[in-house]
């Protein structure tokens, strides 16, 4: 079975008469552009130049005195552990991590001194 199919196209040589479907007074255009009224950027009330709380803005509740890394970020050199004002960490987190650098150092994680 062979079948050729070959489309035809009808070629109309006279193109019919533009019909007149949209006159002009189909009705104004309601776009979705609203002119801003209120004036320019009314957001920006506060802009915190403090350090963040690094364990607020990771969410970390308790901080896992097993994460020598962590925590020696809060370490000095030699073993202490450094204030908050300079890491910037909330008073809550503060005792917190004070509490799990001390656990860190009962099992020996954390040196008490850097042995040389
Ligand atoms: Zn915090």
Do not use: W
Request: hydrophobic share 30%.
């Amino acid at each position: 079975m062979s079948e050729e199919s070959q489309a035809k196209a009808p070629e109309t040589g006279a193109t019919t008469s533009s019909q007149a479907t949209s006159g002009p007074g189909a009705g104004p255009r309601t776009a979705g552009s609203r002119p801003q009224s209120g004036g320019p950027g009314g957001r920006g009330k506060f802009f915190r130049r403090k350090k963040v709380c690094k364990f607020c803005t990771e969410k970390i509740d308790m901080i896992p005195y097993r994460d020598v890394r962590l925590l020696q970020g809060f370490v000095a050199e030699r073993g202490k552990i450094v204030p908050r004002r300079l890491t910037g960490v909330c008073t809550t987190h503060q005792r917190r991590l004070t509490r799990a650098i001390k656990q860190a150092r009962n099992i020996a994680l954390l040196p008490f001194a850097t042995r040389h």
